[in-house]
T-cell receptor
Framework: DTAVSQTPKYLVTQMGNDKSIKCEQNLGHDTMYWYKQDSKKFLKIMFSYNNKELIINETVPNRFSPKSPDKAHLNLHINSLELGDSAVYFC?????????????FGNGTRLTVT | KNQVEQSPQSLIILEGKNCTLQCNYTVSPFSNLRWYKQDTGRGPVSLTIMTFSENTKSNGRYTATLDADTKQSSLHITASQLSDSASYICVVSPNYGGSQGNLIFGKGTKLSVKP
């Protein structure tokens, strides 16, 4: 029973295309996140949603648009893909109001833009 | 500037040996410090979380220590196994609120355990 699941696991596409990554969690968490892990393995927050509402939007190009249809899902849509978007994207979730609760990560989506 | 520095960058040890990974941080205010294990091709998995008042926490063969005065933490792995080969990431939270979107991540230590 996967707690946080992302699809697809691998995504290869050409520059200029639009693509989406889906994320679902079955932990009953209220907060979900998107992280980007670059080639240096550094994890950076992109977005954070709490109960379907955007609460954090770091300096991310507006080509990236998160969508949360309900609190168990947080999808990431990327328009006009660029070479620099190539990275591994991780979805995560955490419990509401518990500042010391762990993040639960999905297994990532490796995006390659050619 | 809030930063988390980890050392060494990479480490190779023989199966059965112990090792210690280091984490220094300059995050303020400080809420808690976490260690995550990230296997190749997988997402990070939480090992330990320590708040300001805790100075040691164990999870099986993993023991984390925290010195909030010197802003240092270590992760000690006992009797290493091949399955311990992974990246270990130190993460510090400056936040006391419900959201954890401003966690500060270290770059990780890549551990290889050889037979």
């Amino acid at each position: 029973d996967t707690a946080v699941s992302q699809t697809p696991k691998y995504l290869v596409t050409q520059m200029g295309n639009d693509k989406s990554i889906k994320c679902e969690q079955n932990l009953g968490h209220d907060t979900m996140y998107w992280y980007k892990q670059d080639s240096k393995k550094f994890l950076k927050i992109m977005f954070s949603y709490n109960n379907k509402e955007l609460i954090i939007n770091e300096t991310v190009p507006n080509r990236f648009s998160p969508k949360s249809p309900d609190k168990a899902h947080l999808n990431l849509h990327i328009n006009s893909l660029e070479l620099g978007d190539s990275a591994v994207y991780f979805c995560a979730s955490s419990g509401q109001g518990r500042y010391n609760s762990p993040l639960h990560f999905g297994n990532g989506t490796r995006l390659t833009v050619t | 500037k809030n930063q988390v520095e980890q050392s060494p960058q990479s480490l190779i040890i023989l199966e059965g040996k112990n090792c210690t990974l280091q984490c220094n941080y300059t995050v303020s205010p400080f809420s808690n410090l976490r260690w995550y294990k990230q296997d190749t091709g997988r997402g990070p998995v939480s090992l330990t979380i320590m708040t300001f008042s805790e100075n040691t926490k164990s999870n099986g063969r993993y023991t984390a220590t925290l010195d909030a005065d010197t802003k240092q933490s270590s992760l000690h792995i006992t009797a290493s196994q091949l399955s311990d080969s992974a990246s270990y990431i130190c993460v510090v939270s400056p936040n006391y609120g419900g959201s954890q979107g401003n966690l500060i991540f270290g770059k990780g230590t890549k551990l290889s355990v050889k037979p």
